[in-house]
């Protein structure tokens, strides 16, 4: 058989065989899904060099990311934000990487999940690890990993078994494989974690709507919040103190240059905000950073029209009362007069 032969038959070959691995996780109720890696993080951190005044930046954990809808946010001030938060994150990195090493004067939004932006200042703190990880991508990313990821944008998008979620839905070969028991080997005492996000391409992140039907798949993410929470109990307890620090210092040389920050706290409900309350109390947190940081600051339980949502598996929201909760926290704002840096921007109110 010739070269010109051979190439053809493998080609034919290689189409079938993932034609029916596609096939295969279709039929699973698999489907393609963006993974919210280092490169589409960055993709957002490049907008930022040439944000002008008016824009808006979010910054914080998943609550940010689940719960404040770029749509809804959008239809109220003809502005799209830009999304900068991070998973399972300290805001402190990525705050400290914009202030740093960019000359934007616009508004940051930082939300502040307790239990994450109190956690640290330790380099190699998971919640702060990860966040700097994005930092250091995004300034050490190369032309061929940028090329890389805009290439691999239309085959996220189309097929299905390239998805790259993690733990138990995970379907790459290293996710296969970490499922497999052999022996005595050593096995993750976490419970097993679903993904129950679904990001887009702007990093506009909605909660997947099994979460919301499904009470047993709810309640195994609720598990894995426990699994943490028992964790933190055990470990070191929270650094207030520098952390607070950490961000008033950065705080006073964004709003030296004209910058403007406004604080959030994101609903959560159930035994993960009994668990908030007891360890990381509003009074001696949430409180003592609003009151040094002397900035707008808005949280959920302030608010009638807020206080009442509920997390389906604690810690974030539906897609649906995401919405709500985007529209309703960008209109206190507004009768607020907050937003004092849109005042340039013709669409804003």
Known sequence: MDLKKTFIVTAILSIVAIGIWEYFWRSKGVYPTLD??????????YRVEKAPSYNMLLMGSSRVLFDIQLDEWEAEIGIRP?????????????????????????????????????????????????????????????????????LSLPLQKNL???????GIDGIKLKELVGKINIGNRVVDPMPPFHEFGEIAEDRNLKMKQITVTDTAYANSVIKVWQFFMKGAASGPPPDKNSTIDFFLNDLKVFEARGGQVILIRCPSSGSLRAGENMGIPRAAFWDDLVKQANVPSYHFEDYDNLKGLICPEESHLSAEDAQYFTTELVKIMKNDNTLINLKSNKHAL
Request: no cysteine; hydrophobic share 40%; glycine share 4%.
């Open 160 to 166: 299905a078994f390239i998805s790259d979620d993690q």
């Open 82 to 150: 830009i999304q900068l938060a991070s998973v399972g994150s300290s805001p402190l990195p990525i705050f400290h990487d914009v202030v740093a090493n960019t000359s934007f004067t616009g508004t940051i939004i930082v939300g502040v999940t307790p239990g994450l932006f109190f956690s640290t200042t330790s380099p190699d703190a998971q919640p702060w690890q990860w966040p700097q990880s994005k930092v250091d991508y995004y300034k050490k990313r190369t032309y061929a990993q940028i090329s890389n990821h805009l």
């Open 36 to 45: 919210d890696n280092e490169a589409l993080w960055a993709m957002q951190r």
